[in-house]
């Protein structure tokens, strides 16, 4: 089945916390996923997966009177590496100190590599984002970010486009260690390839000595977004082999929203 043929109607919501408030620091939540979702993960069939772990980290300023920018983490689909929530902890303190809430989520549920795909990990961010709606309204027209780390950073890209399409305010793609470009391709499959989504800045993150994801990886992915008519795509390059390094994040999460404030002029 194509995704853009699951993701077309995805007005659906899953079952809310009771709204208690949104508070500084790092919280955990069992969130129930409702038979839309669980049909959405499965593809048109009920996913096994009936509850997703979310884990929301807020900044010590948290104003919900303010306005604020979502960073959604996803981790990769290697079955020893998918937690998502283990990576939003390491990317938790930069993230907070730019000033964003970040959220993850994991299935409860054991699943397989084969298991842990797109409209799984939409189902789970789709949980997160409720649960961070019941607590704080302003969710609800937040900006957000999509980002993570290898197979991470290939779900970020495809969820980046998933959320635009449903008419979500996606102000960035934080994506390292990056060797294929899901970035270009969903935007493609899910139509999105208008002078809105180009603006999208994306940040690629390249270590040096990574094997995995080359610098040359990440060289022709930023060629092939630019030939697409991306007009905001970057690269830093880190002295590093393939692993997590949240320190260049900050500079991504900076860069979204100093273009989200002051986009560039059309040319």
Same mark, same amino acid.
């Given at each position: ?13 899953s079952?809310?916390l ?22 959405? %993960? ?18 010590e300023?948290?104003? %919900? ?21 283990r ?16 959220? %993850? ?46 197979g ?46 180009r ?39 880190f ?25 560039a002029?059309?040319?």
């Amino acid at each position: 089945m194509r995704l853009v043929a699951l993701f077309t109607p995805l007005l659906v919501a899953s079952a809310p916390l009771a709204a208690t408030g949104l508070t500084p620091g790092v919280s955990e939540f069992k969130v129930e996923l409702p038979r839309e979702i669980r049909t959405l %993960a499965g593809r048109g069939q009920l996913s096994p997966v009936t509850h997703a772990l979310v884990t929301i980290a807020v900044p010590e300023n948290f104003d %919900a009177a303010r306005d604020w920018p979502v960073l959604i983490v996803n981790a990769t689909f290697i079955v020893e590496y998918h937690s998502s929530r283990r990576l939003l902890r390491a990317y938790a303190a930069t993230a907070l100190a730019a000033g964003w809430i970040t959220i %993850a989520a994991d299935p409860a549920e054991e699943v397989s590599a084969e298991q842990d795909d797109v409209p799984l990990r939409y189902a789970l961010d789709k949980a997160a984002l409720s649960a961070l709606e019941a607590l704080w309204p302003g969710a609800r027209k937040a900006p957000l970010a999509c980002g993570g780390f290898s197979g991470g950073a290939m779900f970020s890209g495809w969820l980046a486009a998933v959320f635009a399409k449903e008419g979500r305010n996606v102000i960035g793609m934080y994506l390292a260690g990056l060797h294929y470009n899901t970035a270009l391709a969903a935007a493609r499959q899910l139509d999105l390839l208008n002078e809105t989504y180009r603006r999208v800045p994306v940040f690629l993150q390249s270590g040096l000595t990574d094997e995995v994801a080359t610098t040359a990886d990440h060289q022709r992915v930023e060629r092939e977004l630019h030939r697409a008519g991306f007009r905001n795509v970057r690269i830093e390059y880190f002295p590093d082999s393939h692993v997590v390094n949240p320190r260049p994040l900050g500079m991504a999460l900076d860069w979204f929203l100093e273009l989200a404030t002051h986009p560039a002029p059309s040319r």
